[in-house]
């Protein structure tokens, strides 16, 4: 079975839509009725807008989202810088090397934010360019009366071990192992372990612009991911304007902190297509070859940011590679040996990748590879031999597997927690992986014999 179609426990409740404009209220005529921001608005809530692009973006990516609000947000005290031993910022080491982790600790005692490690990135989210890639880890659900927002960028979560019970100014998620999210800049959140069980997983962050959907050009107006498959929580709010809460946010890498006498989750209805979301990556139509050769991953983009420079250049692809019917005939049916100008990040979720062995020092369940822009990879050499070698039947590849990439035109640089802290990086994986590969031209006689050039 393809699909993993999750069912939605009672207390979650979804509408959906990608990018669809919607509204949702927690108490029937909580939303002003044909305008934003009447004398007063019902209920004495107060109006609250939360732009995600400039006021004057293009239509097609204007993101803006009214919320009516029990509080203002504005109503908090001064922020304080906050010391932080995790690697949030984006200072990187720039090494050309294929790079592969082992699979990365859970980390203890830590909850989501103490839990938070960037490996790898590029840019500056103060010039709102660039993207960084982290490892989360975590046994704790954050303290109560705590919340956090990323003033940085969108993170698209990926779970890999543990559910995340996200609550959002916007409603409640829950996102598990082979589904993701994207929590927008700005937007606040706390998240929570669900029955006290661990977690694990990867997230994306762009500093630039928004996730959307890739072009599906030839493909036609269905199939990869489907718009209708993508799910926004609906407005649920608690009224708690007693007790004191603590505000964190991540600014340019830094972590600060506010406090005030509300709960930042007081939102009674709102408006708009600036929100949250969750995927199931179990409902991506995938599309491969019925005939020969191996076609571009891009035909497994879940959700794409484009360079809005230079159209078909994304700063950040997810791609997935999902079960899937192989059936190429007279073809090497993993990728082959390539370089790429744009920077290849893996990591598997669950099961085995088709190029690359698994098992102790291979590419593991909660392990990652990076080929940067240009570094030359392709299949491990038993990978080469079996796939050069096995009989053409169709099969279905990658069962129980789901593993992902982020792929970015950026060059990207390495942090230090990456490059050492973590103490996961593997050695000798580009001498393990390709040092192996054998010899296996025939040329014909003559040419064997020296002649025709070749010595
Ligand atoms: O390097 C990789 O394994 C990722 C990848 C997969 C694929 O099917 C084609 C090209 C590519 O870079
Ligand atoms: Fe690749």
Redesign the pocket.
């Known amino acids: 079975m393809p699909l993993t179609n999750f069912e939605t426990p009672k207390r979650y409740s979804y509408q959906t839509g990608f990018l669809a404009n919607l509204e949702t209220e927690a108490i029937p005529g909580a939303l002003p009725i044909g305008q934003n921001s009447p004398q007063k608005c019902p209920y004495g809530l107060y109006a609250e807008k939360i732009s995600g692009t400039s006021f004057t973006a293009p239509r097609w990516e204007n993101q803006q989202t009214w919320v009516y609000r029990i509080i203002p947000s504005a109503s908090h005290a001064a922020f304080e810088a906050v010391p932080c031993d995790n690697s949030l910022e984006a200072k990187f080491n720039y090494i050309p090397d294929q790079l592969r982790w082992d699979p990365f600790d859970v980390n203890t005692d830590v909850d989501w934010i103490r839990g938070l490690n960037m490996v790898a990135g590029a840019g500056d989210p103060a010039l709102k360019n660039g993207v960084a890639y982290y490892i989360y880890g975590a046994t704790r659900s954050m303290a109560e009366k705590t919340a956090f927002y990323n003033s940085d960028g969108d993170m698209l979560i990926v779970p890999q071990l543990g559910a995340l019970d996200i609550w959002t100014e916007m409603g409640r998620l829950l996102v598990r192992p082979n589904e993701i999210c994207v929590l927008p800049r700005g937007i606040r959140y706390r998240v929570d372990l669900v029955d006290n069980q661990p977690i694990r997983g990867f997230v994306l962050e762009i500093y630039n612009g928004h996730f959307q959907l890739p072009e599906l050009g030839p493909i036609g107006s269905n199939c990869l991911a489907n718009a209708r498959d993508f799910q926004i929580p609906v407005a649920v709010y608690t009224y708690d304007t007693k007790s004191t809460w603590t505000v964190y946010t991540k600014f340019r890498g830094r972590l600060f902190c506010t406090s005030q006498t509300h709960t930042p989750f007081d939102v009674v209805a709102w408006e708009g297509r600036y929100y949250p979301y969750k995927y199931d990556l179990g409902r991506f139509n995938t599309i491969e070859t019925i005939s020969y050769d191996?076609?571009?991953?891009s035909l497994?983009t879940v959700l794409t940011a484009t360079s809005n420079a230079h159209p078909g250049t994304a700063i950040a692809d997810f791609v997935i590679?999902p079960p899937r019917w192989l059936v190429a005939e007279d073809t090497f049916r993993?990728?082959?040996y390539?370089r790429?100008c744009m920077s290849?990040f893996?990591g598997l979720i669950q099961g085995s990748?088709?190029?690359?062995g698994g098992g102790k020092g291979g590419f593991q369940a909660a392990g990652a590879s990076l080929?940067n822009c240009m570094s030359s990879?392709?299949p491990d050499s038993a990978a080469f031999d079996k796939a050069s070698n096995e009989e053409l039947v169709p099969v279905k590849a990658s069962v129980g597997s789901m593993a992902f990439?982020f792929e970015s035109c950026y060059m990207v640089g390495i942090t230090d927690w990456g490059l050492t802290k973590c103490s996961k990086l593997q050695p000798k994986y580009c001498e393990e992986s390709w040092g192996g590969l054998r010899d296996y031209f025939q040329p014909p006689r003559a040419a064997a014999n020296g002649e025709n050039g070749v010595h």
């Open positions: 191996h076609p571009d991953p497994n590679f993993p990728p082959s390539h790429n290849e893996m990748y088709i190029a690359k080929h990879h392709g990439m």
